[in-house]
């Protein structure tokens, strides 16, 4: 079982940055996968990037590739997710997902990933 716990969101302007964490506790997350999630508001959860167990290989949707990077620290047992010049598109609230054993082809799709957040909201005003 692993328990995750994001934060970091906030209020901030178009074209400023933002970090999210992803805090895990559980023996497992080392050895597991993990990505970032986004539901902007009246929309469906969609996928933002991942990155597997050792961060070597990462994966970003087009929206934000060349704006945001996904990073882990095991010893820390967190994963990040750097975000610079934010759009208003970016608006939403965040979830982080970790799980093992996922195909890359799958990644994308929220029903691969057994375990989630809470969720932080991110806004980026105009």
């Known amino acids: 079982q692993v328990h995750l716990v994001e934060s970091g969101g906030g209020l901030v302007q178009a074209g400023g940055s933002l970090r999210l964490s992803c805090t895990a506790s559980?023996?497992?997350?080392?050895?597991?996968?993990m990505a970032w999630f986004r539901q902007p508001p009246g929309k469906e959860r969609e996928f933002v990037a991942a990155?597997?167990?050792?961060?070597?290989?990462?994966w970003y949707t087009d929206s934000v590739k060349g704006r945001f990077t996904i990073s882990r620290d095991n010893a820390k047992n967190t994963g990040y997710l750097q975000m610079n010049s934010l759009k208003p598109e970016d608006t939403g609230v965040y979830y982080c997902?970790?799980?093992?054993?996922?195909?890359?082809?799958?990644?994308?799709?929220?029903?691969?990933?057994?375990?989630w957040g809470q969720g932080t909201q991110v806004t980026v005003s105009t």
């Open positions: 559980g023996p497992t997350f080392g050895t597991s996968g």
């Open positions: 997902a970790v799980d093992d054993n996922i195909p890359p082809k799958l990644i994308s799709r929220s029903s691969a990933w057994d375990y």
């Open positions: 990155v597997n167990y050792n961060g070597e290989n990462t």
